[in-house]
DNA sequence: AGCGGGACCTGTGGGC
DNA sequence: TGCCCACAGGTCCCGC
């Protein structure tokens, strides 16, 4: 579910809740939702909340020790969460009933010293949730091959990293390659720069992919200025629906006419991803 | 290197 | 109404 824009409205949402919260003691309801290499919850206990960030379509609470406090060890740097395809994050008061679907609850103290929960909620339990420090974030070989933010990317360093012949789409979603696009934002993206997602990746001109790059600017801050896309399950922190799925030109809507041209788009399956383009303009 | 397919899961919507 | 199938904002792994 959630690509780069909706990640990026959680954690404007969340971070007025979290900043500078303590943790307390943490609950797991189910043990795969915890990452493989990730330090115990209860290291959690005492770390302050020092900032909320995203990286990629992951979310990054950093952690400071609280002073006095006798850290757990390891010590953990940060708390990151991975909402793939159904997860939603969101406060709760303390002592709340956990849902049929939570993951992970959180016990968080205000600095007033007053408290409230955090839940992670997953229907699909995809999702993951990572205690760690710089050397477990190193080890993790998908945060280390993160590429660059599409949105700090210059023409220069795009044009760098379309190498390859696959298809230009299986490039767009290769997290290694941007970090924060997935199948939405690379159909609309390609749709509004005119290229057919099935162009080998190597091919593109300079000039298309100026194009796309603008594309992909553009649409990942206007999904931002919606506060995301919600197809079924996807919330803000406040349990808001975004707002950009009213303006796609083709994500969802194989089968039907194109918003430009009025040619029937055309849905095909690239990388096992379905994927809608207009063959009247995209080239 | 890059593909297709399947796995991991649960829920929903469409077709019959 | 009910059943079955396809499909879903993501990633990983295997075999070719």
Redesign the pocket.
């Known amino acids: 579910?959630?690509?780069l824009p909706?990640v990026e409205t959680v954690a404007r949402t969340l971070a007025p809740y979290v900043q500078d919260c303590v943790f307390e003691d943490s609950t797991l309801l189910r043990s795969?939702t915890l990452h493989p290499l990730s330090l115990p919850l209860k290291s959690l206990a005492g770390q302050r909340i020092s900032a909320l960030r995203r990286r990629?379509?992951?979310l990054v609470f950093d952690l400071v020790p609280l002073q006095g406090n006798e850290p757990i060890k390891p010590i953990p740097s940060c708390l990151v969460i991975?909402?793939?395809?159904?997860g939603r994050i969101f406060t709760a008061k303390a002592n709340a009933e956990s849902g049929?679907?939570t993951r992970c609850i959180w016990n968080l103290r205000k600095p007033d010293q007053s408290s409230f929960q955090l839940f992670f909620d997953d229907?699909?339990?995809?999702g993951k949730v990572f205690v760690a420090n710089k050397e477990l974030l190193s080890a993790?070989?998908?945060w280390r091959e993160l590429g660059p933010e599409p949105l700090e990317l210059n023409l220069g360093a795009f044009l760098a990293r379309l190498?390859?012949?696959?298809?230009l789409k299986?490039?767009l979603?290769d997290?290694k390659v941007l970090a924060g696009?997935?199948?939405?934002y690379a159909d609309e993206a390609l749709f509004r720069s005119g290229i057919n997602p099935q162009r080998?990746?190597?091919s593109l001109e300079e000039k298309e992919a100026e194009a796309l790059l603008k594309a992909i600017k553009d649409v990942l801050n206007m999904a931002i200025l919606k506060k995301?896309?919600?197809?079924?399950?996807?919330r803000d922190a406040d349990g808001k629906a975004?707002n950009f799925q009213k303006s796609f030109f083709v994500?969802?809507r194989g089968g039907e006419k194109c918003r430009k041209c009025g040619t029937i788009l055309e849905?095909i399956?690239?990388?096992?991803?379905?994927t809608v383009f207009c063959p009247q303009c995209q080239h």
């Open positions: 579910m959630p690509e909706e795969s990629a379509k992951l991975h909402l793939r395809m159904t049929q679907h229907t699909r339990t995809f993790w070989k998908f190498r390859g012949k696959r298809a299986a490039s979603l997290q696009i997935g199948n939405i080998p990746t190597d995301g896309s919600s197809i079924r399950d996807y975004g994500y969802g849905k399956r690239i990388g096992g991803r379905s």
